[in-house]
């Protein structure tokens, strides 16, 4: 066991699996959350949110003591911060959950402590935070270590990634970038890159928002073609045979609690500068609009051809394929915004989901013949094999063959 103690704030998709990575090299970990539920889940040995390999993992190192969790935050050596960085208002950055963690570590910093942000955060994030730790505890300042060092984990391989990634590490000075470099080689066997604070928060958001500004490109093509008449799909895989040339996949907008919120803190910061990071931002939520107006559409065409109003399919919720994450999710978007106007016969079908507390889900293979128009919405494995004589609209490419 190393002579190390770790307090580690927020145990949700980021922090559970990190500190119970870090606690699995023999390093003890104090977990804490808000959440009480979270708190005695965790102490059980068991887990609260859905990662693979997670569980038998915690329950490892909670079985050896190595990982507890309360919400009381105790003395350490070193203190995280995994919390949930929002934005409020108009896309404005909400940072109360990293301060108010700070302000739960404050009371027990002492020197030679290391103090790390590893949340989304605007720049100057983690100056702010230490001007708050010395207003409190001046006798502190050039006494301990100051540094961010942002999260790139993939949702479904967090535990494999989070060892295996490349870390981009910034410190407050250049000790205090040393500090944190020699604290993440005891479980990252990524390369650890070394920077200044500023960058690396800014480094985290531009990550996601170059991911953001392809996937407009994509989405801004998709309603061009639309409107030329071209399929978008063959399009783009005709315009990747170029060496140089390697556009993105349109779908339904831009989902999940990353590259739909990252950029934002950038453009509420820059607001005069970052002119494509919004642009890109507004594309990407205009798809998702124009996607159900298409689909209303068609429904309208139908009824006017029919004398009746069509049963309709919504394919898939999540806010990518292959997973059950409903937050941010545009499709989501699209499937509430059809329920809430109440016109269609609508029929909701997530293979990824076994069941849904506030939607009445329906197996997508027992689908056909019931439906007159089929909506692909998520580009799903499972949806790749189902046939269908109904009507389809396919907004994220999973019937298009575009590899003909
Ligand atoms: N989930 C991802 O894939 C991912 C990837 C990269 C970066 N991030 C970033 O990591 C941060 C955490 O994201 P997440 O997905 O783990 O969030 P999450 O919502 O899953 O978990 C955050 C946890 O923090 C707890 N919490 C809130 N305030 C607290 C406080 N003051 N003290 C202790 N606990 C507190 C909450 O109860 C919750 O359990 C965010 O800034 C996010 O943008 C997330």
């Given at each position: 066991?190393?002579?190390?103690?770790?307090?580690?704030?927020?145990?949700?998709?980021?922090?559970?699996?990190?500190?119970?990575?870090?606690?699995?090299?023999?390093?003890?970990?104090?977990?804490?959350?808000?959440?009480?539920?979270?708190?005695?889940?965790?102490?059980?040995?068991?887990?609260?949110?859905?990662?693979?390999?997670?569980d038998g993992l915690v329950k490892h190192v909670v079985e050896k003591g190595l990982l507890k969790a309360s919400i009381i935050v105790e003395t350490a050596d070193?203190?995280?911060?995994?919390?949930?960085?929002?934005?409020?208002?108009?896309?404005?950055?909400?940072?109360?959950?990293?301060?108010?963690?700070?302000?739960?570590?404050?009371?027990?910093?002492?020197?030679?402590?290391?103090?790390?942000?590893?949340?989304?955060?605007?720049?100057?994030?983690?100056?702010?935070?230490?001007?708050?730790?010395?207003?409190?505890?001046?006798?502190?300042?050039?006494?301990?270590?100051?540094?961010?060092?942002?999260?790139?984990?993939?949702?479904?391989?967090?535990?494999?990634?989070?060892?295996?990634?490349?870390?981009?590490?910034?410190?407050?000075?250049?000790?205090?970038?040393?500090?944190?470099?020699?604290?993440?080689?005891?479980?990252?066997?990524?390369?650890?890159?070394?920077?200044?604070?500023?960058?690396?928060?800014?480094?985290?958001?531009?990550?996601?928002?170059?991911?953001?500004?392809?996937?407009?490109?994509?989405?801004?093509?998709?309603?061009?073609?639309?409107?030329?008449?071209?399929?978008?799909?063959?399009?783009?895989?005709?315009?990747?045979?170029?060496?140089?040339?390697?556009?993105?996949?349109?779908?339904?907008?831009?989902?999940?609690?990353?590259?739909?919120?990252?950029?934002?803190?950038?453009?509420?910061?820059?607001?005069?500068?970052?002119?494509?990071?919004?642009?890109?931002?507004?594309?990407?939520?205009?798809?998702?609009?124009?996607?159900?107006?298409?689909?209303?559409?068609?429904?309208?065409?139908?009824?006017?051809?029919?004398?009746?109003?069509?049963?309709?399919?919504?394919?898939?919720?999540?806010?990518?394929?292959?997973?059950?994450?409903?937050?941010?999710?545009?499709?989501?978007?699209?499937?509430?915004?059809?329920?809430?106007?109440?016109?269609?016969?609508?029929?909701?079908?997530?293979?990824?989901?076994?069941?849904?507390?506030?939607?009445?889900?329906?197996?997508?293979?027992?689908?056909?013949?019931?439906?007159?128009?089929?909506?692909?919405?998520?580009?799903?494995?499972?949806?790749?094999?189902?046939?269908?004589?109904?009507?389809?609209?396919?907004?994220?490419?999973?019937?298009?063959?575009?590899?003909?």
């Open positions: 066991m190393l002579d190390l103690k770790v307090v580690m704030m927020g145990l949700g998709y980021i922090g559970l699996p990190t500190a119970a990575l870090i606690a699995s090299r023999g390093i003890r970990v104090q977990g804490i959350d808000v959440n009480q539920s979270v708190v005695d889940t965790i102490n059980e040995g068991k887990i609260h949110i859905a990662e693979p390999a997670l070193v203190y995280l911060i995994a919390v949930p960085t929002p934005f409020k208002g108009d896309h404005e950055p909400d940072l109360k959950y990293v301060e108010s963690a700070t302000r739960m570590i404050i009371p027990n910093l002492k020197e030679g402590n290391l103090f790390i942000i590893e949340s989304t955060s605007p720049v100057g994030t983690t100056d702010k935070m230490a001007k708050i730790i010395f207003e409190e505890r001046p006798e502190l300042k050039g006494k301990i270590n100051i540094a961010y060092c942002p999260e790139r984990v993939l949702p479904g391989k967090v535990i494999y990634e989070l060892e295996h990634n490349d870390r981009v590490i910034g410190g407050l000075d250049g000790e205090s970038t040393k500090a944190a470099k020699d604290f993440y080689r005891h479980f990252v066997k990524g390369e650890l890159h070394s920077t200044n604070a500023k960058t690396a928060e800014m480094c985290k958001l531009v990550e996601n928002s170059s991911r953001d500004v392809s996937i407009a490109f994509a989405n801004e093509l998709s309603i061009i073609c639309d409107k030329a008449d071209i399929n978008v799909w063959k399009l783009i895989s005709l315009a990747n045979k170029h060496p140089r040339v390697n556009i993105l996949q349109p779908g339904t907008g831009v989902g999940g609690h990353c590259i739909a919120v990252d950029p934002w803190f950038i453009v509420s910061e820059f607001k005069k500068e970052a002119i494509i990071i919004r642009n890109a931002r507004e594309i990407n939520n205009y798809k998702t609009d124009w996607v159900i107006e298409k689909i209303k559409s068609t429904a309208l065409q139908f009824e006017l051809d029919n004398n009746r109003k069509p049963t309709i399919a919504l394919m898939g919720l999540a806010f990518k394929p292959d997973i059950d994450d409903l937050r941010e999710s545009p499709a989501l978007l699209v499937a509430d915004t059809l329920l809430t106007e109440n016109k269609y016969d609508l029929l909701l079908a997530e293979p990824n989901l076994e069941e849904s507390k506030k939607y009445n889900l329906t197996d997508y293979e027992l689908l056909d013949g019931k439906v007159d128009i089929v909506v692909y919405l998520v580009a799903h494995k499972e949806f790749r094999g189902f046939r269908t004589e109904s009507l389809v609209l396919d907004f994220c490419g999973v019937k298009s063959n575009y590899f003909e």
